[in-house]
């Protein structure tokens, strides 16, 4: 039965999204495409009707999402993911989200606002809610905060997901709702209703999982709002106890005792929860990341920056001040130098002028903390070093700057400098007196029917060193003019052979190049 216009109109207003491109899914070839111009009506249409698969970008150019998903793939097995439990969560934790299940047989939770907020916060709440469910590690849309310019000039697309209810009450990504036990399959017109009447609010709980416990481990926070999975009752509560022996020195153990209770079911007997309880209390233990059940909800990279995380001393001095804890990383921005430049915020402070390997190797960022905030920082590897990088990469920003304001871009303009010393006499031969060379001055000579500005590279950087510009040196001087379209040629002077650097004399260098006799006093 073919949807209705008005189901059409109000599946588009949920799943309203960025009006530059869409993607698209063939049920006969199984193959996707993305389209660069804007989703219609018909597409919406087609979409429900079963004809062709439709996904939506959530972030538009404004960077807002009205939207979000969370997608929990199922990694190419051939059983579809418990989409019964995930359901059940979303009840027992009033959180106002959706889970459908997505076309190979995964899970799709849904979350929608009211009004268009910053894409930001709208991936800040899923993954709260991501955390909540058990999937901590699951993608979220939109991938991005904000949609980036790339090199060519161009704006970033974006990325887009499949939408539910290909083929309307007939698909196979239905949504479920729990009303029990059991959750219910909804009918599209079922699944409009629920959505439209599920939409977070500002203070909504969808992002509960960090608000109540905003500097744990990821992992803990999902223990102690999921429950700890059946089997592994002394182990969660373990790893609890070392996160709020960190955070709560005074009462920790009351805390502990009470959450004995509360995460675990049946509630540990009070004799096994007190040998755990004091086991995990020994200042030398810490977290088991490789074991269960924190193994599979583990989020290292965010952990990472965490204030009772795996990354932190929290060894405080008699003033308060923590001097081991990582700072936390954010605002990553790339700067179009050359070479690239990079800065990036530490607990909120602006770091800038970094070279990329000193962004890239934590033994080169370990030094810059302590010259830029004054502080030490506690010992990580590498690749945890690089799992953090990695998250800031996938979502930095790109600035444009004035090829002046570059070690490179001012070595150009010393050149231009430089070459305006170019030597020859005008004549209408284009006889030349090349032993000016020597001298260490720039010649225009003739090869091939061809005009060039030449000059030893030897004295260029002698120039570049007596007008204190040696930021760039050696075969870095030639990769910074190289733009200029600069060669190599074996010149001669007089009854030697030299060889020189040549700059194509072209309509834009004429008019700087003002040659004088080299008989003048250059």
């Not at 481990?217 to 709020?244: A, D, F, H, K, M």
Request: proline share 6%; with cysteine; charged share 30%.
């Amino acid at each position: 039965m073919p949807v209705t216009t008005e189901q059409v109109e109000r599946f588009m207003t949920l799943f309203a999204g960025n009006e530059r491109s869409f993607g698209v899914w063939s049920p006969r070839t199984k193959k996707m495409r993305t389209e660069i111009r804007p989703v219609s009506a018909k597409e919406f249409a087609d979409h429900l009707n079963g004809k062709m698969g439709v996904g939506i970008v959530p972030i538009n150019d404004e960077n807002d999402s009205l939207w979000g998903a969370v997608d929990i793939d199922n990694h190419g097995d051939d059983h579809d993911l418990p989409i019964d439990e995930v359901a059940n969560i979303l009840k027992e934790r009033s959180i106002p989200a959706i889970a459908c299940r997505s076309k190979s047989g995964g899970i799709h939770v849904y979350y929608f606002s009211p009004e268009p907020v910053a894409a930001d916060k709208i991936r800040k709440r899923l993954v709260g809610i991501a955390q909540a469910v058990g999937y901590p590690k699951a993608e979220i849309f939109p991938k991005q905060s904000k949609l980036l310019s790339e090199n060519d000039g161009s704006r970033q697309l974006g990325n887009w997901i499949n939408l539910p209810y290909f083929g309307g009450d007939d698909t196979d990504r239905y949504a479920v709702k729990s009303t029990g036990a059991e959750p219910d399959k909804l009918s599209l017109e079922d699944f409009l209703e629920a959505a439209e009447s599920a939409v977070g609010l500002a203070g909504d709980r969808a992002d509960a999982p960090a608000g109540a416990h905003p500097d744990a481990p990821p992992c803990i926070q999902t223990l102690l709002r999921t429950g700890v999975p059946s089997g592994y009752r002394n182990e969660g509560l373990y790893n609890t106890v070392v996160y709020l022996r960190k955070a709560f020195p005074d009462d920790y153990r009351d805390r502990a005792f009470d959450a004995a209770g509360t995460m675990c079911n049946p509630p540990l007997p009070m004799v096994e929860a007190r040998r755990t309880i004091n086991s995990a209390s020994r200042r030398a233990y810490t977290y088991k990341c490789d074991e269960e059940p924190i193994k599979s909800v583990c989020n290292r990279p965010v952990c990472l920056q965490r204030k009772f995380g795996v990354g932190q001393d929290n060894t405080k001095d008699p003033n308060g001040s923590n001097h081991g804890a990582l700072p936390v990383f954010s605002d990553l921005v790339k700067y179009t130098t050359d070479p690239i430049k990079w800065s990036i915020k530490m607990d909120g402070v602006a770091v800038d002028n970094l070279s990329t390997e000193e962004i890239m190797r934590y033994s080169k960022m370990e030094v810059i903390i302590v010259e830029r905030l004054g502080r030490g920082a506690p010992m990580l590897k590498e690749k945890d070093w690089r799992a953090i990088i990695n998250g800031l990469l996938d979502e930095h920003r790109i600035e444009e700057v004035p090829d002046d304001a570059s070690s490179s871009g001012v070595i150009r303009a010393k050149l231009v400098d430089f070459m305006k010393k170019a030597a020859l006499t005008m004549g209408d031969d284009f006889s030349e007196d090349r032993s000016v060379v020597l001298r260490g001055l720039p010649i225009m000579y003739r090869s091939d029917g061809r005009d060039y500005i030449a000059f030893r590279g030897q004295d260029f950087q002698k120039y570049l060193k007596d007008t204190r510009t040696e930021e760039l040196k050696g075969v870095n001087i030639f990769f910074a003019i190289k733009t200029m379209g600069v060669e190599n040629h074996n010149v001669r002077v007089g009854d030697a052979v030299i060889k020189m650097w040549c700059i194509p004399m072209n309509d834009e260098w004429r008019p700087l190049i003002k040659p004088v006799s080299f008989h003048s006093d250059i």
